[in-house]
């Protein structure tokens, strides 16, 4: 969590002015030598279901010739964000919140300005490929093998954080390759679906690497409508689109395609109630049984919380808030309610902010093949 001062969530609901400030810099070169940009339009996007997880969009205008030959992308150009708060008393709150890794920038004419976009760094492993053959066998630990990956290509220095676990990823007998000029971000991904893992890098200095969130935690953040409040609009839905009670994941790598299914029976929500809503995935990869169930259940987890949506424009942002986060939100009417945040979109100039979120369901799950 960003460390913003204690008091943050209780001044919000007071008079506070925003505070921001971009800057780039090229990694390559020493000694660090920031340039402050002065994006007149810049947001910052997060979403779950989406690699690279972070992705920021500014525009400015034109700059000279040196900035523009400095902007680069091709070459190690950083962008990053500092945001926060003066409160009331003058005091000044003030982190950085994202550091990402520039992919373009656009200058158009006659618009007379200049785009950008920067995204976290998952776009580093992407652009990766081994020379080399990378091979494991059954008795390799999963999140070993993750770090192995990640560490070859950033260092063991900097800062990988792997949820521990026992489980390995190939079939008894059999073994795994990345060939050389394989596509290392799919293969991690790939045996992070089998573990029921979710992959990213943070936006600021951390892969992570941890299990499906699936029950609610302490909320990071509360948000409410009324005077005491920060909610300026919302809306709710129930649909059935990416909702499911019954999951079925197929390892289709092998000579026999192996499967498991997971499954919520009881409850509202229930296949014994309203009848199985099934969702069906290819995975191609060699793998067990037990591995498929393992796979289904951690995808069923979230699409069991994906029936009930909300979304709330924010008159204050709260930076420090990130996907997979708990939060709690009271509407006008209803009792308040803890949800999973899926994306957030801050809207840097102007110091508000967008949230979708989407409600935990606390259910039993039941795997088979």
């Given at each position: 969590?960003?460390?913003?001062?204690?008091?943050?969530?209780?001044?919000?609901?007071?008079?506070?002015?925003?505070?921001?400030?971009?800057?780039?810099?090229?990694?390559?070169?020493?000694?660090?030598a920031?340039?402050?940009?002065e994006?007149?339009?810049?947001?910052?996007n997060?979403?779950?279901?989406?690699?690279?997880?972070?992705?920021?969009?500014?525009?400015?205008?034109?700059?000279?010739?040196?900035?523009?030959?400095?902007?680069?992308?091709?070459?190690?150009?950083?962008?990053?964000?500092?945001?926060?708060y003066?409160?009331?008393?003058?005091?000044?709150?003030f982190?950085?919140?994202?550091?990402?890794r520039?992919?373009?920038?656009?200058?158009?004419?006659?618009?007379?300005?200049?785009?950008?976009?920067?995204?976290?760094?998952?776009?580093?492993?992407?652009?990766?490929?081994?020379?080399?053959?990378?091979?494991?066998?059954?008795?390799d630990?999963?999140?070993?093998?993750?770090?192995?990956?990640?560490?070859?290509?950033?260092?063991?220095?900097?800062?990988i954080?792997?949820?521990?676990?026992?489980?390995?990823?190939?079939a008894?007998?059999?073994t795994?390759?990345?060939?050389?000029?394989?596509?290392?971000?799919?293969?991690?991904?790939s045996?992070c679906?089998?573990?029921?893992?979710?992959?990213?890098?943070?936006?600021?200095?951390?892969?992570?690497?941890?299990?499906?969130?699936?029950?609610?935690?302490?909320a990071?953040?509360q948000?409410?409508?009324?005077?005491?409040?920060t909610?300026?609009?919302?809306?709710?839905?129930?649909?059935?689109?990416?909702?499911?009670?019954?999951?079925?994941?197929?390892?289709?790598?092998?000579?026999?395609?192996?499967r498991?299914?997971?499954?919520?029976?009881?409850?509202?929500?229930?296949?014994?109630?309203?009848?199985?809503?099934?969702?069906a995935?290819?995975?191609?990869?060699?793998?067990?049984?037990?591995?498929a169930?393992?796979?289904?259940?951690?995808?069923?987890?979230?699409?069991?919380t994906?029936?009930?949506?909300?979304?709330?424009?924010?008159?204050?942002?709260?930076?420090?808030?990130?996907?997979?986060?708990t939060?709690?939100?009271?509407l006008?009417?209803?009792?308040?309610?803890?949800?999973?945040?899926?994306?957030?979109?801050?809207?840097?100039?102007?110091?508000?902010?967008?949230?979708?979120?989407?409600?935990?369901e606390?259910?039993?799950?039941?795997?088979?093949?």
């Amino acid at each position: 969590m960003i460390p913003y001062s204690p008091r943050v969530q209780t001044d919000l609901v007071n008079s506070v002015e925003h505070k921001h400030a971009v800057w780039a810099y090229d990694a390559n070169i020493t000694p660090y030598a920031p340039v402050e940009l002065e994006l007149v339009t810049a947001t910052i996007n997060f979403d779950e279901n989406r690699a690279p997880l972070v992705v920021l969009n500014g525009s400015m205008k034109i700059p000279d010739q040196a900035l523009l030959d400095f902007l680069d992308p091709r070459r190690d150009v950083r962008i990053f964000v500092m945001a926060g708060y003066v409160y009331a008393d003058g005091h000044t709150d003030f982190q950085k919140i994202v550091e990402l890794r520039l992919l373009e920038r656009v200058v158009r004419r006659p618009q007379g300005d200049m785009v950008i976009v920067a995204v976290s760094d998952e776009q580093r492993i992407m652009d990766y490929r081994f020379t080399t053959t990378q091979t494991w066998g059954p008795n390799d630990v999963a999140t070993d093998v993750i770090y192995s990956l990640l560490s070859q290509i950033v260092g063991h220095n900097y800062p990988i954080q792997i949820e521990p676990s026992g489980r390995t990823f190939v079939a008894a007998g059999k073994t795994e390759t990345l060939p050389p000029g394989g596509d290392v971000w799919a293969q991690i991904q790939s045996i992070c679906d089998r573990i029921g893992y979710r992959i990213y890098h943070n936006g600021l200095d951390t892969y992570v690497a941890e299990r499906d969130r699936v029950n609610a935690g302490a909320a990071t953040a509360q948000f409410r409508v009324g005077e005491r409040g920060t909610i300026v609009g919302s809306e709710a839905a129930l649909d059935r689109t990416d909702f499911a009670n019954l999951v079925v994941v197929t390892f289709t790598g092998g000579d026999v395609p192996v499967r498991g299914w997971a499954e919520v029976k009881a409850g509202a929500y229930g296949s014994t109630a309203i009848g199985r809503v099934a969702i069906a995935v290819d995975v191609d990869a060699v793998g067990t049984s037990a591995q498929a169930e393992y796979a289904a259940a951690a995808m069923l987890g979230r699409a069991i919380t994906r029936g009930r949506k909300m979304s709330l424009e924010v008159a204050n942002a709260t930076y420090w808030v990130r996907p997979m986060d708990t939060i709690t939100v009271q509407l006008a009417t209803g009792p308040q309610e803890r949800h999973f945040v899926s994306t957030i979109e801050f809207d840097i100039p102007t110091g508000t902010m967008n949230v979708q979120t989407r409600q935990p369901e606390n259910v039993v799950i039941t795997t088979g093949e």
